[in-house]
């Protein structure tokens, strides 16, 4: 009997780099590894690279084809020799929020949602490229390109080849690149930078950036929320909440989405179409940090949420623990609102915080409904969405029915998927199980309450 064909999957997420060996025929998953990354907001990019030679030493026997998946915005600068000059910094990182207003002043939020598809902020890379200018000139002045995760990684697989490579996905995510067509745009990057950045060509859904040394097939990669569509096998009736460090809300578009409000990036997906996006930094780790001063671990967390009225009895925790992108609070932080000595409960503290993260989600996924997004359902994946509590406030607070698909690492599987693509020319038609379905609770009255307060304590708090 000849051996399976195999091929593997690569996401090199915030926390680690995950690794899934699938068999090409069935999608069936034979080999998984993961290993850390380091903890913070600028990371040596050598560090990702370590953790991608941990977790797949030794596990590539018998694959043909790989591709990487990413975390999406982070910024990798690069000199003339390809050297990094300067920790990377990452997509959550609020240094570079003042220099993303400047940029959104400067054009004004239509120009930058017509010709580019998003309004910079901080996490954009460019207005990480404005404050390199603006705050390191030294390194400013050797900067020659600029490199996402997946990018700097399929090339570093590659050995170093003349050419770097990226895909449209993370291409839409940088803030120079326009999702209408018409590819980089010189007159957005020098606004950032004041000259000439040199990109990595953008290659299509099924293209390979190359083959290593080794015979491996390397696939285009992707962002991690591109590569998490695709490992869904998602289609347009559903929107994609995944809840890990950040959280974010994302569906699938035949067609580019225009919001003049600027809070809906009009990304790129993994397959041709369109991925529309909302992002917030704070997602599972909110729930975390409060299991951790309530001294549970997350299942009891979650049983405890459970055991509070609906509301929390007027409890209320703005989630924004790390600063926030959506709303655009940077300089936020977490606060508890509404105290009083008859509601300051373990129990009512757990329901506040996964409330705070729902209504959060809430919100991204209205302004997805008001650029356009008709989907009918909400797929959660993540792990945050390991919480029944939190799958059924964000059911309640949105209306929708929420799927929970089984558990799996569905950016690395969607760049496994990709990689198929890459060696045979055909996307594998593998079928993803949706586990769990959670219906809106019909009788919470407090629903409409409940995302006011969230709204309005933040605008006072935040909204300057």
């Given at each position: 009997?000849?051996?399976?064909?195999?091929?593997?999957?690569?996401?090199?997420?915030?926390?680690?780099?995950?690794?899934?060996?699938?068999?090409?025929?069935?999608?069936?998953?034979?080999?998984?590894?993961?290993?850390?990354?380091?903890?913070?907001?600028?990371?040596?990019?050598?560090?990702?690279?370590?953790?991608?030679?941990?977790?797949?030493?030794?596990?590539?026997?018998?694959?043909?084809?790989?591709?990487?998946?990413?975390?999406?915005?982070?910024?990798?600068?690069?000199?003339?020799?390809?050297?990094?000059?300067?920790?990377?910094?990452?997509?959550?990182?609020?240094?570079?929020?003042?220099?993303?207003?400047?940029?959104?002043?400067?054009?004004?939020?239509?120009?930058?949602?017509?010709?580019?598809?998003?309004?910079?902020?901080?996490?954009?890379?460019?207005?990480?490229?404005?404050?390199?200018?603006?705050?390191?000139?030294?390194?400013?002045?050797?900067?020659?390109?600029?490199?996402?995760?997946?990018?700097?990684?399929t090339w570093n697989l590659l050995a170093r080849p003349a050419e770097a490579t990226t895909d449209r996905s993370d291409a839409s995510s940088t803030g120079y690149w326009s999702v209408t067509g018409s590819g980089y745009s010189s007159s957005a990057?020098?606004?950032?930078?004041?000259?000439?950045?040199?990109?990595?060509?953008?290659?299509?859904?099924?293209?390979?950036?190359?083959?290593?040394?080794?015979?491996?097939?390397?696939?285009?990669?992707?962002?991690?929320?591109?590569?998490?569509?695709?490992?869904?096998?998602?289609?347009?009736?559903?929107?994609?909440?995944?809840?890990?460090?950040?959280?974010?809300?994302?569906?699938?578009?035949?067609?580019?989405?225009?919001?003049?409000?600027?809070?809906?990036?009009?990304?790129?997906?993994?397959?041709?179409?369109?991925?529309?996006?909302?992002?917030?930094?704070?997602?599972a780790r909110v729930l975390v940090a409060v299991a951790r001063l309530l001294s549970i671990d997350l299942d009891t967390f979650d049983e405890l949420a459970s055991l509070a009225a609906g509301d929390a009895e007027g409890l209320c925790l703005l989630?924004?623990?790390?600063?926030?992108?959506?709303?655009?609070?940077?300089?936020?932080?977490?606060?508890?609102?509404?105290?009083?000595?008859?509601?300051?409960?373990?129990?009512?503290?757990?329901?506040?915080?996964?409330?705070?993260?729902?209504?959060?989600?809430?919100?991204?996924?209205?302004?997805?409904?008001?650029?356009?997004?008709?989907?009918?359902?909400?797929?959660?994946?993540?792990?945050?969405?390991?919480?029944?509590?939190?799958?059924?406030?964000v059911a309640t607070l949105t209306g929708l029915v929420v799927v929970h698909p089984r558990s799996e690492e569905y950016a690395a599987y969607g760049a496994a998927r990709q990689a198929h693509w890459a060696l045979t020319g055909r996307l594998p038609?593998?079928?993803?199980?949706?586990?769990?379905?959670?219906?809106?609770?019909?009788?919470?009255?407090?629903?409409?309450?409940?995302?006011?307060?969230?709204?309005?304590?933040?605008?006072?708090?935040?909204?300057?």
């Amino acid at each position: 009997m000849s051996a399976p064909l195999l091929v593997a999957g690569v996401d090199s997420s915030t926390q680690k780099c995950k690794l899934l060996v699938v068999d090409a025929a069935s999608g069936r998953i034979v080999r998984r590894a993961s290993a850390p990354h380091p903890d913070g907001t600028a990371v040596a990019p050598g560090r990702w690279w370590d953790a991608l030679i941990a977790a797949t030493s030794g596990m590539l026997d018998g694959v043909a084809a790989l591709s990487v998946a990413a975390q999406q915005h982070t910024a990798i600068f690069l000199d003339a020799h390809g050297e990094s000059i300067r920790d990377a910094i990452l997509w959550n990182d609020v240094r570079a929020a003042d220099a993303g207003l400047a940029l959104r002043a400067h054009w004004g939020s239509e120009r930058w949602t017509t010709e580019i598809g998003l309004v910079p902020t901080g996490a954009h890379p460019v207005a990480k490229l404005r404050w390199l200018r603006d705050n390191e000139p030294g390194n400013a002045a050797r900067l020659t390109h600029v490199l996402l995760p997946h990018d700097w990684l399929t090339w570093n697989l590659l050995a170093r080849p003349a050419e770097a490579t990226t895909d449209r996905s993370d291409a839409s995510s940088t803030g120079y690149w326009s999702v209408t067509g018409s590819g980089y745009s010189s007159s957005a990057a020098e606004l950032a930078f004041g000259r000439p950045i040199a990109s990595p060509r953008v290659l299509g859904p099924r293209e390979r950036a190359g083959t290593t040394r080794a015979g491996l097939v390397l696939g285009a990669g992707c962002g991690d929320n591109p590569a998490a569509a695709l490992g869904l096998s998602a289609g347009p009736d559903e929107i994609i909440l995944s809840v890990g460090t950040s959280m974010t809300a994302t569906a699938v578009s035949a067609s580019p989405l225009h919001d003049p409000d600027g809070v809906v990036d009009d990304m790129a997906d993994a397959t041709g179409r369109f991925l529309p996006i909302v992002t917030s930094l704070n997602g599972a780790r909110v729930l975390v940090a409060v299991a951790r001063l309530l001294s549970i671990d997350l299942d009891t967390f979650d049983e405890l949420a459970s055991l509070a009225a609906g509301d929390a009895e007027g409890l209320c925790l703005l989630p924004y623990l790390d600063g926030e992108r959506h709303p655009h609070f940077p300089s936020s932080t977490g606060a508890l609102l509404g105290v009083t000595r008859s509601n300051l409960r373990p129990e009512n503290l757990a329901r506040a915080a996964v409330l705070g993260v729902a209504a959060a989600a809430a919100d991204s996924i209205a302004h997805l409904r008001r650029a356009g997004v008709t989907a009918d359902r909400v797929t959660m994946i993540g792990g945050g969405s390991r919480s029944r509590s939190l799958r059924q406030a964000v059911a309640t607070l949105t209306g929708l029915v929420v799927v929970h698909p089984r558990s799996e690492e569905y950016a690395a599987y969607g760049a496994a998927r990709q990689a198929h693509w890459a060696l045979t020319g055909r996307l594998p038609d593998w079928q993803r199980d949706d586990g769990s379905v959670t219906g809106p609770d019909p009788d919470a009255s407090w629903r409409a309450e409940v995302l006011e307060r969230h709204v309005d304590h933040g605008a006072r708090l935040f909204g300057g």
